[in-house]
């Protein structure tokens, strides 16, 4: 069983359209992270999160700590975004979802 | 300011053949941390290090040891490779813990033959 699940694992969208990735998690934790990994494989980390909503440009991510969920938002989505995005969550210890695979198609 | 840095990018390696990993931080973090990413799987903490002069295992810590050389320095050794090791590996390093926005290298991409 995963400690942290993401949905959908893949995601093709039209450029412009407003994206949602879900993350559910099951064990308690202090903060929530989402990551973005580039097709050349690097990895940047978008936001830390423990509760509330956090937003940087087009990217809002949300958190329900009660429901244990969170949501990545992308509005106004570009080719630029394509990326594996990747929920994780930390406490005592650190788990990570398996991504959220996005292609914005022009 | 480069951030996290890895060498080497690319190894390849035979099984029973050791090496080391090596990272360096140049933004006076006190944790760091080797991850390991497989296919279809989440990245996995291998083991980490909340401050200078101590570590701790992971969720996979078995054919591996790390040594914090220095604040900068954090390396993952491999003493005899297995194929289970072919992965690709990332080290990351954050202010103060996992509970902090962590920076990660650019990853070294290892096959164990």
Redesign the interface.
């Given at each position: 069983k995963n400690e942290v699940e993401q949905s959908p694992q893949n995601l093709t969208a039209q450029e412009g359209e407003f994206i949602t990735i879900n993350c559910s998690y099951s064990v308690g934790i202090s903060a929530l992270h989402w990551l973005q990994q580039h097709p050349g494989g690097g990895i940047v980390s978008l936001f830390m999160l423990s509760s509330g909503k956090k937003k940087h440009g087009r990217l809002i991510a949300t958190i329900n700590i009660q429901e244990k969920h969170s949501s990545l938002h992308i509005t106004a989505s570009h080719p630029r975004d394509s990326a594996v995005y990747i929920c994780a969550v930390s406490g005592i210890k650190a788990y990570f979802g398996t991504g959220t695979s996005l292609t914005v198609i022009p | 300011n480069a951030g996290v840095t890895q060498t080497p990018k690319f190894q390849v390696l035979k099984t029973g053949q050791s090496m080391t990993l090596q990272c360096a931080q140049d933004m006076n973090h006190n944790s760091m941390y080797w991850y390991r990413q497989d296919p279809?799987?989440?990245?996995?903490?291998i083991y980490y290090s909340a401050s200078e002069g101590t570590t701790d295992k992971?969720?996979v810590p078995n054919g591996y040891n790390v040594s914090r050389l220095n604040k900068r320095e954090f390396s993952l050794r491999l003493e005899s490779a297995a194929p289970s090791q072919t992965s690709?590996y990332?080290c990351?390093s954050s202010t103060g813990g996992?509970?902090?926005?962590?920076?990660?290298g650019?990853?070294t991409?290892l096959t164990v033959l």
């Open positions: - | 279809g799987m989440g990245l996995r903490l992971g969720e690709v990332f990351a996992l509970l902090f926005l962590q920076f990660f650019p990853g991409r």
